[in-house]
Structure formats: structure tokens, C-alpha cells
């Protein structure tokens, strides 16, 4: 104090001045372009999402200086702040939330699915889905920079199957086989080749883990089954039905198919093969085939041939070939007999 005196002296100049404790959170928004769940080097931030700050028990906040804490949106480099909070007391912690409903958002994130939560041990490089709360934040000064958020690119799966038309009626009925071993090719809406498979011993195939985009597949039987099988009529039950065949029948190429957002086919109700995709397979591009009409090939009268009568598979002989013919018969496990009938000329 200053010189005091006599009674009536006083000194003013004897303050205190105090601040509020301030604590802050962030702190990006990102691609996960690797798709592990860890933020890692280079993996670019995400701009325009916005974000909103609640308090303990979700109540709004007002920060240090008396202010309401309003929404914020990410900069240019995905990352965003909220500072001048007041310090927090223990059990008690901030939350940080995706506003999803926001049209700027929405559009920020619309190429984009939340990539996998909780990976790894330092919660500054893993990520939350939509929300993520803070941790200590009890003295003035401390910063939480671990409330982030990953996403990683959608993506999507084409299926799924090749089957044998037993009865030529385009639709894939319960007791009718799969044909394994069938070239699939996947391209884009152009025709240039993107990827290619097989069908499996269930007659099934999948690309797997496609950007949203305009695909076509199709379908290639190989020589040997060419010499056997032709595709069956396409579109039997309807445009987007996923029990009739999709293989032009005489080329073997699907239509354009879109994968996206506005895709009514997808699932991710969908067993066959374990998937990747994100957002889902649309199963519903097959191909079915008929086995060829019988191949008609001259002979020469013949004797009749001798050994043991085979059981007759319920088809008239004289429906497949006439006198002096011979022909190929399917008979039950897929095997092939040449058979041959004699001129009967005593008729």
C-alpha cells in the first residue's frame, strides 16, 4: 500500500483480478484413405462439415466470456476448434457432434461412410463415428486434440450367380444346378475391361469394393461349355428382378448398372462371399443357360448294338433324331452319351 497516515487515508490500488479457468477441444475431420481407422500422414481433412459443442448432460455451453459456444465448420484442411471453454470438473466432459442433417454437410460427406471407430491406443490418431467426447480438461489451458473423425470413400459390390436353365423359362427355379467356371468381366459403362473372375462350385461371383460409378459385366462361357450351353432369354421376370438372367442372349452383357445412393438392389443382407463393400452388394445380376439343341450329325445305317439295355430317361428317341441319325443325350450327374438309332426299314 501507500504511505497511511491518518484515519481517513485509503489506499485503492489493492486489486486482485482473476480469469476463469479456459480449456478447448478439436480436432479434424478426415479421408481414410488407407481405411484402418488411424489418422496417418498425408490423409487429406474433409472442409465444410459442421460441428456442434454440447456439455455435460448435452446442455448448451457458454464459454468464458459469457457467449453463447456456437457451431463451427471445417477449414480448408478438415480441422476445426472450440476454444475459451470453461475447465471442466471431474466426471464431466464436452461433445463434439456432426451436425448430419446440414445441407453443406451432407454434401461435404456425401462420397463418404464413417470409417471404423476405437482403432489403436492413442485416441489422437483413431477415430469416432458421428459424435466423440472429451477427456480430462479440469486446468486452465489443456486442450483435447483427439476428437476426431475418419471416413473412408463408399463402396459397393456387384454379384452374383450363373445357373443351368433346365427348363428354358429364364428364371431361376429351386431345383435347377449352377455352372462354375464361367469368365465374368466387370467394365465400365464403355466396355473397357475393369476386372474379371470365375464363378465358383456354387456358380456364384463377386467384384467387390467399387467406387459409386456406371458398370457393365459380362458373362463368357469358355469353349467347352460353348459347346454345350447358350444364354437363356434375358428379363423374364422383370427389370430389376434377381431371379432371371441379365446376360444379353446372344451376347452375354448386362445392362448399365449404377452403383450409388439411389441404388434400390443393395444389401448387406447377403452371405456368399465375405464383402469389404460398405455400403452393400446389389446380387441381382445373373446368367442363365440353356443347354444347345441337339446336334444333328448323318450315319450310316448301323447294326444293333449288343450288351445290357439301358434304362430309358423318359424322352422319346424319335423327338431327337430320325433313322440313320445320331445325337448327343444329357443324361442325370452331367454326363454325355452318343447314342445312335437304326433305320427301321422294314416301316
Given at each position: 500500500s501507500g504511505d497511511l497516515i491518518s484515519n481517513e487515508d485509503h489506499d485503492?490500488?489493492?486489486d486482485f483480478g482473476f480469469v476463469r479457468k479456459s480449456v478447448s477441444v478439436g480436432d479434424v475431420v478426415w479421408v481414410d484413405l488407407n481405411r484402418d481407422g488411424i489418422l496417418?500422414?498425408?490423409?487429406p481433412g474433409i472442409p465444410g462439415v459442421k460441428l456442434v459443442l454440447v456439455g455435460p448432460d448435452s446442455e448448451p455451453v457458454t464459454d468464458v466470456f459469457g457467449n453463447p459456444v456456437e457451431s463451427t465448420v471445417t477449414d480448408a484442411d478438415g480441422r476445426y476448434s472450440f476454444d475459451n471453454l470453461p475447465a471442466l470438473e471431474q466426471g464431466e466432459s464436452y461433445t463434439v457432434k456432426i451436425v448430419r442433417d446440414?445441407?453443406?454437410?451432407i454434401e461435404a460427406l456425401k462420397p463418404y461412410t464413417p470409417t471404423k471407430p476405437g482403432q489403436g491406443e492413442d485416441r489422437k490418431r483413431n477415430s469416432s463415428d458421428w459424435e466423440s467426447s472429451s477427456e480430462g480438461l479440469l486446468e486452465d489451458g489443456?486442450?483435447?486434440?483427439a476428437l476426431d473423425f475418419g471416413f473412408v470413400t463408399k463402396s459397393y459390390a456387384i454379384g452374383d450367380y450363373v445357373w443351368i436353365d433346365t427348363n428354358a423359362n429364364g428364371i431361376q427355379d429351386?431345383?435347377?444346378k449352377p455352372l462354375?467356371?464361367?469368365n465374368v468381366i466387370l467394365t465400365d459403362e464403355n466396355g473397357t475391361e475393369l476386372a474379371r473372375t470365375t464363378t465358383n462350385s456354387a456358380g456364384r461371383y463377386v467384384f467387390d469394393n467399387l467406387p459409386a460409378g456406371s458398370y457393365k459385366v459380362r458373362f463368357e462361357l469358355t469353349a467347352e461349355q460353348a459347346k454345350l450351353y447358350h444364354f437363356t432369354t434375358a428379363g423374364a421376370d422383370g427389370e430389376n428382378s434377381g431371379r432371371d438372367s441379365?446376360?444379353?442372349?446372344t451376347t452375354g452383357w448386362t445392362r448399365v448398372i449404377v452403383l450409388g445412393d439411389d441404388n434400390v438392389?443393395?444389401?448387406?443382407?447377403?452371405?456368399?462371399?465375405?464383402?469389404?463393400?460398405?455400403?452393400?452388394?446389389?446380387?441381382?445380376?445373373?446368367?442363365?443357360?440353356v443347354l444347345n439343341p441337339a446336334a444333328i450329325v448323318p450315319s450310316a445305317p448301323a447294326e444293333a448294338p449288343t450288351g445290357d439295355r439301358l434304362s430309358s430317361t423318359g424322352v422319346d428317341p424319335n423327338l431327337l433324331w430320325g433313322g440313320g441319325a445320331a445325337a448327343l443325350l444329357l443324361l442325370a450327374g452331367g454326363a454325355f452319351m452318343l447314342a445312335r438309332a437304326r433305320r427301321n426299314d422294314a416301316a
Open positions: 485503492p490500488t489493492l496417418d500422414e498425408g490423409e446440414d445441407p453443406a454437410t489443456e486442450h483435447d486434440p429351386a431345383d435347377e462354375p467356371g464361367v441379365d446376360a444379353d442372349a438392389n443393395l444389401t448387406g443382407d447377403y452371405t456368399a462371399f465375405n464383402l469389404g463393400a460398405t455400403e452393400g452388394i446389389d446380387p441381382t445380376w445373373d446368367a442363365g443357360v
